[in-house]
């Protein structure tokens, strides 16, 4: 923490010098790529379910299984969003869950596909996933490749259409901010490879993408890495707050 707090101050005053500190939040996230793509239209009795690894799982009670139920829906970028979906839409009658797992990657998510997202029968279904298909390559012995990655991730969403054709996606970008504790320069250029397959298959399954690693970048022009970010990956509180404002861009009332 107190180097995080010193990374801030340093940062700000080289920012006051230069003008970047001028930036604002909202005027990074106005400019951001997903500020111009088409938005999903809400509908009544919509369900909305987040799914991914630990950054949208983000300290859920895995045991609370209702919907809107602030236990259930963790601590992270998910919570924040249902949380403004449902101060804004209270005639909606939306139902919202998480169902995110720490460490998982996107073949994880297929082993527990019927429990956890068809037989939720989402008409809003929000992915991301992908940080811990490379991660964990370099960390846990993980033997997948970008073709794993690639091919599992078509083959769940192929699975998840021919179940729920109607439901509408929501693809978001693995990202990594360099130069943050688990974040170093093994990471690249092969994590880049990773998050174009995510650009590539939204694309593929008429997913609305949000670029999460542009809108990072964007932010760290007011506010150094380690300020959004615990290691990395993880956000923190400001970056929680950052996703979450992204991921409203995506839809409308």
């Known amino acids: 923490m107190k180097e995080q707090i010193n990374n801030r101050r340093q940062f700000l005053q080289r920012a006051a010098l230069s003008g970047i ?6 005027a990074i996230l106005k400019a951001a790529p997903s500020a111009k793509l088409p938005k999903i239209t809400l509908n009544s009795s919509d369900i ?9 799982d983000a300290g859920r009670k895995k045991t609370d299984m209702d919907a809107n139920d602030a236990s259930a829906l963790g601590g992270g970028y998910a919570h ?7 101060y804004k839409y209270p005639s909606k009658n939306l139902s919202i869950y998480n169902k995110g797992i720490s460490g998982n ?9 019927e429990a956890d997202c068809l037989a939720i029968k989402p008409t809003v279904l929000s992915i ?3 940080v811990n298909d490379f991660w964990h390559t370099l960390v846990n012995g993980y033997q997948g490749t970008l073709e794993t990655y690639t ?10 259409l021919t179940a729920l054709p109607d439901v509408k996606l929501i693809i978001g970008e693995p990202y990594a901010l360099k130069g943050v504790k688990a974040v170093d320069d093994k990471w690249f250029p092969a994590f880049d490879g990773y998050r174009q397959a995510a650009k590539d298959i939204a694309a593929e399954f008429n997913a609305v993408f949000i670029p999460y690693q542009s809108i990072y970048e964007k932010a760290m022009k007011s506010a150094p890495a380690s300020y959004w970010t615990i290691d990395g990956v993880h956000p923190t509180v400001a970056g929680t707050q950052l996703m979450a404002d992204a991921w409203m861009q995506t ?3």
């Open 128 to 130: 991301l996933v992908g």
């Open 48 to 56: 909305i379910l987040f799914q991914g690894d630990s950054i949208t």
């Open 151 to 160: 091919n599992d991730y078509k083959a769940l969403l192929k699975r998840t």
């Open 105 to 113: 990657k996107v073949y994880q998510l297929a082993e527990r596909w």
């Open 21 to 26: 500190a001028s930036v604002s939040l909202p």
């Open 251 to 253: 839809v409308k009332g």
């Open 80 to 86: 924040l969003a249902a949380a403004e979906l449902l």
